[in-house]
């Protein structure tokens, strides 16, 4: 047992040197030591030694001329060409995967108990925090003025729009008065995959991103981001030892968790912070700040923004399959939980890449 935050949690010996490490500062540290500009001459020579290294397929680069790369965190970040990740686009397959990586674990939640990898579980409201508990949430973010006026120059949430979108995807509007009742449509944030209709089930697939792997991750679905919560926790090491290892790894790290809904209700993907990851991106949430230095918190607080301003009609920002929203400054996991009919399967194996 170890103590982390004043909250007792079992492991082994790795866990309680682990938690004396100040791996946020770190963190910090090395992301600084990845944004030092590497001098043209030996960007081309030490990224293939990187690349050499972790696995890293060049190949694959929008721009494959390293010396374009100013530094390892442009590496880390870079953009695949197109076609390099084919979208299966065909209605029949409902989620794609996200991002690049190893498929640790995926199955059904049980008792609203996930499995972070065989035989080790953390609990759903733990890694998303209560949805009827003012008390946890420590902040309200505000959308930047900045992020609406991108938002409404790109035209990608006018009234038309937003309408074709929710009628080809069967996603409903978040307005009573629209639909007559917010029974079964009541916004995904207030439920948190409480509200499960009898003919489906909770889902859940955990992905973990080697520093070697793409770093970019996609949307897995059509569906509404209806808002962000953002837990500054630990950076423990999510490497597929580490989360065989330590329980409730997962909820004791940051993350940042999308919430939000699609046809078959619930829907969310969170991106896990890990050591040396310097930052999580989310393009369309220019607040967005991970890995600050910051007043040690209790656990399950969390900061939240609402994206309701993005679409007052969808109340949220829409989302295509494959569409990129965001990423990681190196590698680290993403967690997708979502409602889906209960004849759905997956057509991974563990350990897939």
């Not at 991002?99 to 065989?118: A, M, N, T, Y």
Request: glycine content about 8%.
């Amino acid at each position: 047992m170890v103590q982390i935050d004043g909250v007792t949690v079992p492991g082994p010996w790795q866990l309680h040197v682990l938690s004396t490490l100040p791996l946020k500062a770190m963190s910090r540290l090395f992301g600084s030591f990845n944004e030092i500009e590497i001098p043209r001459v030996l960007r081309s020579p030490l990224l293939r030694l990187y690349a050499w290294i972790f696995g890293c397929n060049i190949d694959d680069m929008k721009d494959p001329d390293l010396s374009h790369y100013p530094n390892l965190a442009a590496f880390f970040y870079r953009e695949l060409k197109d076609g390099a990740r084919p979208v299966d686009l065909d209605e029949s397959t409902i989620v794609v995967s996200p991002s690049d990586g190893k498929i640790l674990h995926f199955g059904v939640v049980e008792q609203r108990e996930v499995e972070q990898v065989k035989g080790l579980t953390y609990n759903l409201d733990a890694f998303f925090g209560k949805a009827d508990d003012d008390s946890e949430v420590y902040g309200h973010d505000r959308i930047a003025d900045s992020t609406i006026a991108d938002a409404k120059e790109s035209h990608s949430h006018n009234a038309a729009a937003d309408d074709e979108f929710a009628v080809l995807n069967g996603i409903p509007y978040t307005l009573d008065s629209m639909i007559g009742s917010g029974d079964a449509m009541q916004p995904a944030l207030q439920s948190l995959g409480r509200q499960i209709r009898d003919h489906e089930r909770l889902y859940f697939c955990v992905i973990y991103l080697a520093p070697g792997d793409y770093h970019r991750f996609h949307s897995p679905a059509n569906w509404v981001v209806e808002a962000r919560r953002h837990f500054a926790g630990e950076l423990y090491s999510v490497s597929p030892y580490i989360a065989r290892t330590i329980q409730n790894l997962f909820v004791l790290n940051e993350r940042v968790a999308l919430l939000g809904r699609w046809k078959h209700g619930f829907m969310s993907m969170t991106a896990v912070g890990a050591t040396n990851v310097g930052s999580v991106v989310v393009n369309f949430d220019k607040n967005l700040r991970t890995n600050l230095r910051e007043a040690k918190l209790l656990p399950g607080e969390f900061s939240q923004l609402s994206y309701a301003p993005f679409s007052p009609r969808l109340g949220g920002v829409p989302l295509r399959k494959g569409q990129e929203v965001g990423g990681f400054r190196l590698g680290s996991t993403v967690v997708l939980v979502f409602s889906a009919p209960k004849t759905f399967q997956f057509n991974v194996q563990p350990d897939q890449k």
